[in-house]
């Protein structure tokens, strides 16, 4: 059955209106930043092999310190001798960028393909299949990868952003000792995340999913000498295992349910579950499940802002085009099963609107500079699932796309500060903290390029038109207006509330982030670049602006952000295209966005201006509230700030969620491991009991038998009589 099948697949392929085009170069887009790993970890090895001296004792108390330079570490470390260039630091130069412009490339060549298709031959994917990989009795799972609108979208952001992060990290990077090797782990990061969105099938998703968890832990533990950044790389791992656990689970449900894992079997057989059924619930609980790990949702984000610990190049790969937007994907690729269940629905609207009001409140009173981007990540995410949670897939991926270029624009503008600030105070030996905002102000005076792209992104971030950030974001929360009414969704209960109530406070919820975002951004951007500089009176010669290789990849993403809401123009604003993005992800989620919708009366003209022009208010206001209430110049470097105190303690402590993680969970478990699980079970039940307590009993035995071999002649004579008594006594018994 299965060979007849494959069969099928395979005609399927052969016959597809894609398959003798661009798009047959598929398998290139993910081997390309495979290659690159492949080349940079042996430069990277061959780099740090050292071999034996022929004469051992020649080489005492002559060890090199080559290659322990001082790179650029963004916890604030600075030492000031001599930094030599890594030996392979300009074949890395070229090859790790140079991957993934190849695959970019590649991937607009498919682009183009598709497009001269045209749709009626997309309206079934294009599934390339390589291998069998897990023929198992009724399991039959292939190593295939799926072309269609939406991995396509996935490619170009993750191969297009990607690679200018890429292009920065040269710069950023350059002095690093560990040049190759930071090279190796980006390349092999992307190539997983490629994986990822290319995937057939779950289990082909899921390996993507891990390896891009590997890969993290890798990067952000990066700098691993230093302690607190070894224990952030584990803290994403670990926390991302606990997501891990749904999407597994989810897997076994669909395979158990209905006998598929690839995405065309299972929208196929999907169609025959009841809707609001409690197993399509359930697969989508533990789908979400997964994705609140990934994606940072509460209670699982805790591991996304002290993934800061790592390079910045990095966390503008994670943040913004690639890890913690794999959940949003998800999602989007199972809407043939989310749009079946309205109450694990409401479930992920409402989560991503308490993540996003409760990380923006975080963001308001972080003092490091990346923190704050952080909060602002986690923050984002949340519209990104209201969107995907409440049936309006477009309009997730709308803002995971322009969230990818403002973000990735933000983080490498708060690169290119940390560098400055890093090189000013390298020249002075300052060891205070180059990250934090009070050790700053005044930067647009000796970076006015990084200071106006930055400001480009703030705005867009805030939902300032004509920004792209403006058309995503409302397109969110004008979806979600939609939707309170008449949509399953809105006729759905949860807790025993109807779904219209739910949805209505996700709304507000969603328009109060939306507030703080504006008023916490603005913030950064004023103690940042306006009032007067605090760097310090040697320092301040020394700030400059970052060279061309990392100030030419925030001008195309701020290129990106200022055009990127033509990607899905609203009908109120026809300034190009109207709803492209819309038409072009139709074959993909368009069943699944009219079954949500279902009675769902649209909203009137006016009404939707009027919702625009709220939430245009709303940013404006957020924005006057920092400049009228904030005053950067009466601000005091870090060394000389105050404590805070009352609830802005609270915020700069963010709510104390470690610390009662760590004593609700950490600390019993760690008790109760070292406790009952070392010391009781191991040590004493296996250790104690079972392989010494079985020792101890051999040893007794042969002590028992020792005494019979006293060699007195005396004592055996004894023995002897009395052993034939017994026997004596024995038979003769009655």
């Not at 656990?245 to 299972?266: E, H, I, K, P, Y």
């Not at 328009?511 to 301040?540: C, D």
């Not at 005494?707 to 004592?715: A, D, I, P, V, Y």
Request: aromatic fraction near 12%; charged fraction near 10%.
């Amino acid at each position: 059955m299965h060979s007849l099948l494959q069969a099928a697949a395979e005609t399927a392929q052969a016959t597809h209106p894609l398959s003798h085009t661009a798009a047959a170069w598929l398998w290139l887009v993910p081997l390309l930043p495979l290659l690159g790993f492949a080349i940079n970890a042996l430069l990277s090895i061959v780099a740090a092999y050292q071999p034996g001296p022929a004469d051992p004792s020649a080489a005492h108390g002559e060890e090199s310190h080559a290659g322990h330079g001082e790179g650029h570490d963004d916890a604030g470390k600075h030492e000031h001798h001599a930094v030599p260039r890594h030996r392979f630091a300009g074949l890395t130069s070229l090859v790790g960028p140079g991957v993934l412009i190849l695959a970019f490339f590649v991937a607009v060549a498919i682009f183009f393909a598709m497009r001269a298709a045209g749709g009626g031959a997309m309206e079934h994917p294009l599934v390339q299949r390589y291998f069998s990989w897990m023929p198992v009795g009724d399991l039959q799972i292939d190593a295939a990868f799926q072309l269609d609108q939406l991995s396509m979208l996935m490619v170009l952001i993750v191969t297009g952003v990607g690679a200018l992060i890429h292009v920065f990290s040269v710069g950023y990077m350059r002095d690093d000792p560990g040049y190759p090797r930071y090279f190796a782990y980006l390349n092999l990061f992307v190539f997983f995340m490629l994986l990822l969105v290319l995937g057939a099938n779950y289990p082909l998703v899921f390996v993507g999913w891990e390896g891009v968890s590997l890969c993290s832990y890798l990067l952000i533990g990066f700098w691993f000498s230093d302690k607190a950044n070894a224990d952030a790389g584990k803290k994403a791992f670990v926390v991302n295992r606990v997501g891990d656990f749904g999407f597994l689970v989810a897997m076994f449900l669909l395979f158990a349910n209905l006998g598929t894992l690839d995405f065309v079997g299972v929208g196929e057989a999907a169609k025959g579950l009841a809707v609001g059924g409690p197993v399509v619930t359930a697969i989508c609980l533990f789908l979400f499940l997964g994705c609140a790990g990934k994606s940072a949702q509460i209670p699982l984000y805790i591991w996304l802002p002290d993934a800061m610990a790592g390079p910045t190049p990095v966390s503008a790969l994670i943040h913004a085009a690639t890890m913690v937007t794999a959940g949003v994907y998800l999602i989007a690729r199972s809407a043939m099963l989310f749009s079946l269940a309205p109450v694990a629905e409401l479930v992920v609207v409402l989560i991503g609107a308490l993540t996003a009001i409760f990380a923006a409140s975080i963001g308001l009173k972080q003092w490091d500079i990346k923190k704050v981007l952080a909060y602002s990540t986690v923050s984002q995410l949340g519209y990104m699932f209201i969107g995907v949670g409440s049936g309006a897939y477009v309009a997730g991926m709308f803002h995971l796309a322009t969230h990818a270029f403002f973000k990735a624009l933000l983080f490498l503008g708060s690169g290119s500060v940390i560098y400055a600030m890093h090189a000013a105070y390298h020249h002075t030996g300052n060891h205070d903290d180059a990250q934090d905002m009070r050790n700053m102000g005044g930067l647009r005076k000796y970076m006015p390029t990084t200071f106006i792209l930055m400001w480009i992104a703030t705005l867009a971030i805030a939902g300032i038109p004509p920004l792209a950030g403006f058309f995503s974001k409302d397109e969110i929360l004008g979806s979600l207006f939609a939707r309170a009414q008449g949509s399953t969704i809105a006729q759905a209960h949860l807790f025993g509330i109807p779904g219209t109530a739910w949805l209505y406070v996700a709304w507000v919820l969603g328009l109060s982030a939306a507030l703080m975002t504006a008023v916490y951004m603005t913030r950064m951007m004023l103690y940042t670049f306006h009032g007067p500089n605090r760097t310090g009176e040697a320092e301040r010669p020394h700030l400059a602006e970052a060279p061309w290789v990392m100030t030419g990849p925030l001008v195309v993403l701020a290129v990106l952000t200022v055009a990127g809401g033509w990607l899905n123009l609203p009908e109120f604003a026809p300034l190009g295209p109207v709803g492209g993005l819309d038409r072009w992800l139709e074959p993909v989620v368009g069943d699944a966005t009219k079954r949500v919708i279902g009675g769902s009366p649209p909203v009137a003209p006016g009404l939707e201006l009027g919702l625009v022009a709220l939430a245009v208010l709303i940013a404006v206001v957020g924005i006057v509230i920092a400049v009228m209430r904030l005053k950067p110049a009466t601000l005091v470097p870090k060394s000389r700030s105050p404590q805070e105190e009352g609830f802005e303690k609270v915020l700069v402590n963010k709510y104390y969620v470690d610390e009662i993680y760590d004593t609700a969970i950490v600390k019993p478990v760690v008790g109760t491991s070292r406790g009952l699980l070392w010391r009781g079970v191991d040590a004493g039940l296996i250790d104690g009991l079972g392989v010494n307590g079985a020792g101890y009993l051999t040893r007794f035995v042969g002590w028992v038998g020792s005494q019979f071999q006293s060699g007195q002649l005396g004592t055996y004579a004894w023995v002897l009589a009395i052993g034939v008594l017994a026997v004596l006594g024995a038979v003769t018994a009655r």
